[in-house]
């Protein structure tokens, strides 16, 4: 789930400066930065529409870096489960395509899942996202916790690394 919004919003780093959002100042040497930023996409092509809204919105003066705060992202793709992702900050970097996001992360995948963690890496290039923090899954009949998580993009795979708990629910189990 943390995959593919951030593969959205990694993708979408070029289409941010089209954003409506009023241009409140240009930060003298430090690149463009915009406040209360609502941008929408439907990408016909990649069958995809997302919603991005941000308290703040940074660019370097190269534009290769971006930095955003107290941001909200929903994506619904065709025929799959919308998803959402909140966090207090994040940096997207152009050349390496990698991004990071701090600070209490929160993850929804359709009705079903939940993922809480405070910090991820994603690497875009490779497709792998990975944290040493503590990360909690939560579905419709289990709850897993642990420290650490490693997740392959392509192969749509998700390990957690160390001190593994799970917690299967058998009222949901039974149903």
Avoid: C
């Amino acid at each position: 789930m943390l995959i593919l919004v951030t593969f959205y919003l990694a993708k979408s780093g070029k289409e941010l400066l089209k954003t409506t959002a009023l241009l409140r100042n240009i930060v003298s040497g430090e690149g463009l930065e915009l406040k209360e930023v609502h941008y929408r996409q439907d990408d016909p092509d990649e069958k995809v529409q997302w919603v991005l809204d941000a308290e703040e919105v940074r660019f370097s003066k190269d534009m290769k870096t971006i930095r955003f705060y107290d941001f909200k992202l929903r994506i619904e793709p065709e025929g799959e489960p919308w998803f959402k992702l909140s966090g207090e900050r994040g940096n997207y970097f152009k050349d390496s395509g990698k991004i990071e996001l701090w600070g209490n992360l929160e993850g929804f995948y359709g009705d079903k899942y939940k993922i809480f963690t405070d910090y991820v890496l994603i690497n875009e290039k490779i497709g792998t996202l990975t944290t040493k923090k503590p990360v909690k899954i939560v579905g419709p009949f289990f709850n897993v916790k642990g420290k650490g998580l490693f997740a392959d993009m392509a192969k749509k795979k998700i390990k957690i690394l160390s001190d593994v708990t799970t917690i299967i629910n058998e009222e949901s189990v039974t149903r």
